[in-house]
């Protein structure tokens, strides 16, 4: 059923936007378009609920933080948000045409809710990461050589009560065989 949902969206937003070449006023499909690509943007997002988790507890206070799949959801945050932005075009054109309309007011909230949540949690990650050097350092406790936050699999330790450190996860991995 989801399955079939998710296919089904993009190709009937595809039939709308044909049709709204032909007919560029018409209410109804305006509307329908920016349904359509609102739906796709939600089915995207419960997508993301099955991503491997990009933040795991390792225990004794470790941290794992897998850098590439961090890159790839806030990707995919900024796929869905231009998604919405489409979407929230159409809208704004058919508030042009129709002002009073409940139904568009109601789903224009709906859209700008979902468009402001995916970009406060892509803002907070991306000063995540880019922060991350500044407090960890730039540099694996292991083997001493840089880390790269944004490509690498990275754990976190707190080595005092001010300073982290940073490790690769395969130097931290055989550090704790050892
Ligand atoms: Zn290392």
């Known amino acids: 059923m989801q399955e079939a949902q998710n296919s089904n969206f993009p190709s009937a937003l595809d039939i709308v936007e044909n049709g709204l070449n032909a007919h560029p006023a018409s209410e109804g499909l305006m509307f329908l378009k920016a349904y359509f690509g609102y739906k796709i943007a939600d089915s995207m997002s419960s997508e993301l609920s099955s991503f491997p988790k990009v933040i795991q507890p390792l225990g004794n206070g470790a941290l794992m933080v897998d850098g590439a799949m961090t890159s790839q959801l806030l990707g995919k945050f900024q796929e869905i948000v231009k998604i919405l932005s489409e979407a929230e075009e159409s809208i704004n054109e058919l508030l042009q045409v129709n002002p009073s309309s409940q139904e568009v007011v109601a789903f224009k909230g709906y859209i700008d809710s ?51 450190e940073a490790w690769h996860l395969p130097c931290f991995q055989s550090k704790a065989k050892n």
Do not use: H
């Open 114 to 164: 979902k468009k402001n949540q995916l970009g406060q949690e892509s803002e907070n990650m991306k000063a995540t990461i880019s922060n991350t050097p500044n407090i960890a350092g730039g540099f694996c406790v292991g083997c001493r050589k840089s880390i790269s936050y944004d490509t690498q699999k990275v754990v976190f330790r707190k080595s005092s009560a001010s300073q982290l």
